[in-house]
């Protein structure tokens, strides 16, 4: 996500899905991942207003530790399931699938979203094949805000 303005181009739809969660009133947790390590970026609850403040200083690390940060999404959604069994939970991962191995669907998602960012002259399309595997929604990251 260091290349072709990859990271400016999430950081407008991590801005995007905040607003949209916000005026839905729903609750959201944001992970990132990046270099070793997947972190909690924002706890999962009510989306604030005025997320660019925290959203404009993410860096992007290299390398993808996507199962460390599916791992974490798991752990959040099963909090989730306990506090409350009402609520739907989705997922929606921001990647241009670069990384060694498709990663397992999580098993306590009830929806997932694939957002698209590759960009690359030799496309690999994993995360189409990706979506097709978790039975997930696929959307190319500049369409986005259509969504």
């Known amino acids: 996500m260091l290349r072709g303005e990859k990271l400016a181009l999430a950081k407008g739809c991590l801005l995007a899905l905040t607003e949209r969660f916000y005026r839905r009133r729903e609750h959201l947790a944001v992970i990132g991942f990046g270099g070793n390590e997947a972190r909690l970026l924002q706890a999962p609850g009510k989306v604030a207003t005025f997320n660019a403040v925290w959203i404009a200083p993410l860096r992007g690390g290299g390398a993808t530790p ?3 940060a599916l791992q974490l999404a798991q752990t959040l959604m099963q909090r989730s399931r306990k506090a409350s ?10 990647t241009d ?20 960012f590759e960009n690359e002259a030799v496309a690999l399309r994993r995360c189409q094949r990706l979506a097709r595997d978790w039975d997930a929604q696929w959307i190319a990251a500049a369409q986005l805000n259509r969504v």
């Open 66 to 68: 996507v199962e460390s």
């Open 97 to 116: 699938g670069r990384f060694a191995a498709l990663p397992a669907r999580p098993a306590l998602a009830d929806s997932c979203h694939i957002v698209d």
């Open 85 to 94: 069994t009402v609520q739907n939970l989705s997922l929606w991962l921001l």
